[in-house]
């Protein structure tokens, strides 16, 4: 069989299965993987056949994403607002309704080398690094979980400057030092009924990195809302991504602990995603 042919086989296989909605993308990107070949490559080399090895790897890469394996994983990277991220089975696959959370931060924060910058529960750590570049200033990465971290410190790596970013393994704010300007977030939010109805695919995903924890799903949300106004400066903001059943809940945690101005961001399908809260007042103990 020639790569065109095996691509519209997997194609039709992928289709016939339902694990995507973009069969003959999928088929075309899995084959990319496979040969080494860019777009262009492909087109040229349509006609060729397919030698063992490469029949080999293509048919296991296509098993993987039968069996529901996210295709991000597979491929080993996933884009990200403007760049392009490491991903693997360590860290959430990076997801365009979180770009509304980076949208919402550069719209209201002029650039400035002397910004402080926090992302917390950072996984790839495509938030706080995309922030980092466009705003030009320090970001410190922080995870509870190591290897989630390690994969935040390849990605520092590939689109910071060296000192531009801090790794720092920490239970929320446990091990955090000092006061920022901006502090962000894509916490686990999740409940276990909606982690028992989402799709494979999100169910290969860290569990660490979805199970918010409690019946509604807030309690790492209520821990991080509780401490964040003492890791603000002055008129320093948070944002917080969380899901659309919860935002207003989330709204009223920032507001009891604190925080003022405190508005909601709506996603890409215009459902309510990102909370953000101000310190609009020095605090008292201050």
Known sequence: MTLIEFEHEASRRLGQQGVTDTPDLEARLLMQKATGLGEVGLITHRSDELDEATQGTFETLLRQRLSCRPMAYILGHRGFYDLDFIVDERVLVPQPDTETLVEDVLRTTKADAGLTLLDLCTGSGCIGITLARHLGCHVMLSDLSEDALEVAGINAKRWLDKGQYTLVHSDL??????????????????????????????????????????????AIIRRLASQVTAHLVPKGRVWLECDYRQATTVQALLLANGCASVYIGKDLAGKDRVVVGATDHVRATD
């Open 173 to 218: 704010f446990a091990q955090i030092p000092g006061t920022f300007d901006l502090i962000v977030s894509n916490p686990p939010y999740l409940t276990k009924q909606w982690i028992g109805e989402a799709s494979d695919e999100v169910r290969r995903e860290p569990m660490m990195a979805l199970d918010g924890l409690g019946p509604d799903g807030l």
